[in-house]
């Protein structure tokens, strides 16, 4: 083979390797994995807030005010003993997990905390009487059945996992039953109901319209329940 031969056989040898070289591989593409959406779960306290008046929400968001105002004005009026014996049921921040109580008979105490009345004590505890927790459709209620005040209402859940929400309102005298929340605005009730300790509840009504600042109904349950 001739010099001249050999050297044009090399650069076309040469030639289609870089061309062979310059030439890219398409590599199949990959789909993206289509991103899932889980929908957000409802806030529970939207139930709740689309049935509850503008100003007792306005009340129940003032609880943590109505707590701090009412337990100084008890200290100042000398109740510091008395705020002691009573432990966790006047401690602001008591509420334990599982907060629903067992539906049955319970016996029941009314605490007024704080006043509007310079002349009233700022404090005041009543005799107890009974109230009634059961289930209407898949809500608690609450129903204190004897007094010339009766409060009765519903239970909600709560985003804040430690409560519910209480909308109710109050039969007076000789009636028969309270009438619906919301039918009559003066009437209305709202709060929260807490577990502050093993088989003990309490209600809390913040700004009612006692004149107090807070009122709170300890529940604990009666030891022996109808048909039991």
Known sequence: MT?????TTTLTLLAAIGVAGCVSVQRPKVAAPAAVVVPAAPAKADRWLAVADA????RLDRLGSAWDQGLREARLGRFAAALREEAELLRPN?????????PGSYNCRLLRLGKTD???PALERFKPFFC?????NDLLTIVKQTGSERPAGRL???DVTTRLIFLGSVALG???QPKAYGEDQAR????VLERVAPMRWRLVIPWPRSGAKLELFELTPVAAQPGT
């Open 174 to 176: 000789n009636e028969d």
């Open 156 to 158: 909600w859940e709560d």
């Open 118 to 120: 310079r002349r009233a």
């Open 94 to 102: 008591a509420a334990l997990a599982r907060p629903a109580p067992t």
């Open 132 to 136: 009634y927790v059961e289930v209407e």
């Open 3 to 7: 010099l001249a031969r050999l050297t």
């Open 55 to 58: 100003g007792d929400a306005d």
């Open 188 to 191: 209305n009730m709202a709060g």
